[in-house]
């Protein structure tokens, strides 16, 4: 990690005032680099003034960069599919490779073996015990604990500060158990290589299973390392997730956003998939609801692709770059379900399978990740019992001429869907839809802010400058994104934060 940067400028800017037609200073603040969320992502806010603070008027998520894996994948193997889309993320890259393999099943017309499938969610699972923990300690509960004292040297300082921040004994076992979690990622990881080869990019993922066995020696070597993740995640990390809510209560009603939610569900506990440890779902309008594929539409008018590759579902999704499109803020599209927006996350999981529905909020999101690492990490013991040594975790099947597929699965911050078309035995066409796709859109056809945007809308600013209060909402949604905030004012003076350590 940067140590952060802080530097202020004073520009003249063509903005006449309200009382004589002189041009105004803009002043701009710029704090960088952001080392807590992982990738490029750029959210400009406007403020203006409300009983003495400022308040989020509207405000826009823009990712920056340009990947470009739907055009890389075409004319290639279709099997490469589960190893090229693992480089998507390096935050979540066995979730691609979990959902390239589902949707590569599909199309080849071939399901995992019961311990494939079984050793495949032990993988996944290790992932998401590892990324959640990642989450809470090293992305998340950072903007809630005054270090000062307590980690005084780069990369935790200089930090945003704010008087609400926990201070004393709390903040020290906070910090305490911010060490104790990096040794608990590095078990899940660790874990995780026992049956994926390695992690965090696991190559044994394949349409019909994957290429390791179960044996008994990596059956208690898995299990060993998963009772200490399974133990920190129950003792530790539950209580400082209720802690933090208990001492941050107004953040169950700070950054609710849509209010909709939408989940593939994951871990399939049959080889059809109809049954799984979190099921599929949708809240939308208040109303509990199920998931149709069919109903996903992806706009792009304020992204940076061409038009006609807007309003199509993904089956028949085109991703032509147009860099130079007017009006166009953003690289992510926005994807909708009936036309509507949708949050995705533990968060939704969680609320859609009855396991938590208190809120949605940034305190929800915190919380609902928590328990459900706890859910995950039991059902993980469980499954170890379900493990047949000897028995075949692979059903090997020969490449089609033609077929389509869709996998659709979850990654730790939310759900992740791809699709596939083969034509003469090689890619044709394939789309993904990444979780952060949903939380972080920018605005679609008919101008309806994204899940993010819409969370930071009316949230109150206490200090522009050192606006602690979006980076709580942003870390919330755990973006896979590296992320720089812009803050405009209604009076015409800007601030820049591009980047924020602990």
Known sequence: MESSTVETRTQEKDKETTTGGTRKAATVLRVGPVPRIEGHLELEVSLAPSGGAQT??????????????????KGRDPRDATHYTQRICGVCPVSHGMTSALALEQAFGVDAPPNGRILRNLILGADFLMSHVLHFYHLAAPDYIDTTGLLDMSPWAPRPMSADMVKGATAATLVGHYVDALAIRRKAHQMGAIFGGKMPCSPVFLPGGVTEAATADKIVQFRALLTEVRNF???????????????????????????????YGVFNLTADGNSKLLGRGRLTDGQLSTVDPAAIREYVKYSWYNNSNGNRNPTAGETNPNADKAGAYS?????????????????????INGDYRNGISVMDRILARALEAQKIGDAMDEWLNELVPGQPSYTGKGTPVTGTGIGLSEAPRGAVGHWVQISNSVIERYQVISPTSWNASPRDDSGQAGALEQALTGVTVADPNNPVELLRIVHSF????ACSVHVARADGRRARLEAVTL
């Not at 989020?56 to 994948?73: D, N, Y």
């Not at 992510?332 to 609320?351: D, F, N, T």
């Not at 755990?478 to 994104?481: I, R």
Request: some cysteine; overall charge positive.
């Open 478 to 481: 755990d973006p896979c994104l």
């Open 331 to 351: 690289w992510i599209k926005a994807p909708r379900y009936q036309g509507k927006v949708h949050e995705v996350g533990p968060l939704a999981r969680m609320w």
């Open 56 to 73: 989020v008027v509207q405000a826009k998520s823009s990712g920056t960069m340009f990947r470009g894996f739907e055009q890389i994948l």
């Open 233 to 263: 995640v129950r003792d530790v990390n539950v209580p400082d997730a209720y802690a933090l809510g208990g001492a941050f209560h107004d953040y169950f009603s700070i950054g609710r956003g849509s209010g909709n939610l939408l989940a």
